[in-house]
């Protein structure tokens, strides 16, 4: 069973401490959602699980190697990384975007194949951009683009998918066909690690969530062991009632701790 | 644009610089006839062979060095105005120019003195702007465009120094080095300025997929199995001595860096793959064909390159900028 797997890491930016001590290990077939408040330490996370950033102690392993005694490219066509900032500027077609996830599985010269065609081909499908192949990706809606930097990283077929607030740009639909399609892909045996800040939505599709405050981990468990209101009221100051709809889904009602004047 | 279509733009843009080579050195002030010069006669031969041709054959590969650095410098700072000027590297290469001209060397260790001055000046540039811009090791394409567009005030204020102190008869030829003219060269030295060319071409075109990743993004770039710092290093150094080839030889021609890469990337495409190349062969054809035109439109006076090229080419990015947005 693979496995991407933070063991005890710390990372440290400009000398300051971003995150300390964090174990987690994200399993394929598994939804894994990263919350906490702002600067809690959740995009270094992922940057550390893909081996953007250097950890200062600890390790990042995947099936148990160290990322950084893996070569990039080999790296490159296991883990997937979609980044919160995804601005282009350039006019590059959403098909060529898509397609440059799919760079490290060739060589330098080598064409497209059957199998680059059928991925980037997937990529775009799921992401619903079939309409937009040929369009320039800076004429695009923010939802649009983000989309696109999605498929990007699909396309690459990773055991792992991460990505750091992929929704924070995106209507309601999008941002549920989002989180829609991550489950699937956490179904179909990838496993997806997802940075965010909608509790309702990872209450409704987290298989585990992790809670970070101030760079430590604070609780690791099912959606109903994490989000539960004295935990929520102690990391992010708010005071929290599940209600349970009609329909059956249950959704978290937020009340700040104090009232401003 | 299938790939192979655009391949297509690729093997067009280089029979168009194949082209350039062999009809742009009939065109000049003084008529040239072609059975006068395939029988060795003078002065027709002497015309097309030393004057002409040499010159031709200098403004295409200065247009298509100017033109990869631009392309290359637009990825590396992911900035669509980045040129080999934005970093300074320029008007370092400029500066050290203007100094051995100034100066009355004729030569360093047997190489023209103004090749060395250039070459030293981007080089001072490129050490100055990475260093400054570096932290901790780490580039940063931000702090990479601040430092060099400070360096160039710094350059430009130091040129005008030696400048404004240089006796007459050599402000006369600085000022002609600054306006970027081409001139007959010798092959010997031209010989030399091709291989650098194409051997930074070389490099440059066999990572072509890199700076794609690189212009979308660094972080990603790291996430698609590839170094971005000892990509961008590489970027530089390649980029630094094709423009201090460049600037050595025919001076400070702006325009053709910076126009070329978005003629291609607005008409052709934005991939590296194709637009290198494009850039390569067409801003050469572009340069050559500007240098034609300004020896005869004001006939017998000449109009610099540099000039033809940023008369026509300022209005016409400007145009193209309002098209498309």
Known sequence: MSTLEARNISVTKTGRSILQQVTLCAHRSELLFVVGPNGSGKSTLLRALCGLWPVAHGQVLLDGSPVENLHRRLLATRVGY??????????????????MGRYPHRGRFAPETGADRKAIGEAIQQCDLSHLVERPVHTLSGGERQRVAIARSLAVEPDFLLLDEPTASLDIEHALQIFQLCRQLASAGRGVVLATHDLNLALRYADRIALLRDGELVKLGSPGEVLVPDVLEEVFRVKTEPVTTPCGV???????????L | MTMAGQGKWVALSA???VAAAVFLPWIGPSPIEFSRVVAHQQPDYLIFMELRLSRTLLGLLVGASLSLAGALFQALLRDSLATPYTLGISSGASFGAILTITSGLPSVAGLPAVWVGALLGATAALVIVAGASAQRGQLSSFRLLLTGISLNGVF???????????????????????????????????????????????????RAKHWNLLMVGEDWAATRGVDPQRLLRLGFVCGSVLTATAVALAGPIGFVGLIVPHIVRARISADYRILMPCSFFLGGVLLAAADAAGRIVLAPAELPAGAIMALLGGPYLVWLVRRRS
């Open chain 1, 250 to 260: 249950t959704v978290l009602a937020f009340q700040p701790l104090r009232r401003l």
């Open chain 1, 82 to 99: 979609v980044p919160q900032n995804t601005w282009i500027d350039f006019a590059f077609s959403v098909r060529e975007i898509v397609a």
């Open chain 2, 15 to 17: 029979v168009a610089a």
């Open chain 2, 156 to 206: 430009s204020a130091l040129i005008l120094m030696v400048h404004s102190t240089a006796r007459e008869y050599r402000s006369i030829s600085v000022t002609h080095w600054l306006l970027g003219s081409l001139d007959s060269i010798r092959y010997s030295a031209l010989t030399v300025f091709a291989v650098v060319a194409s051997l930074m071409a070389a490099i440059l075109l066999s």
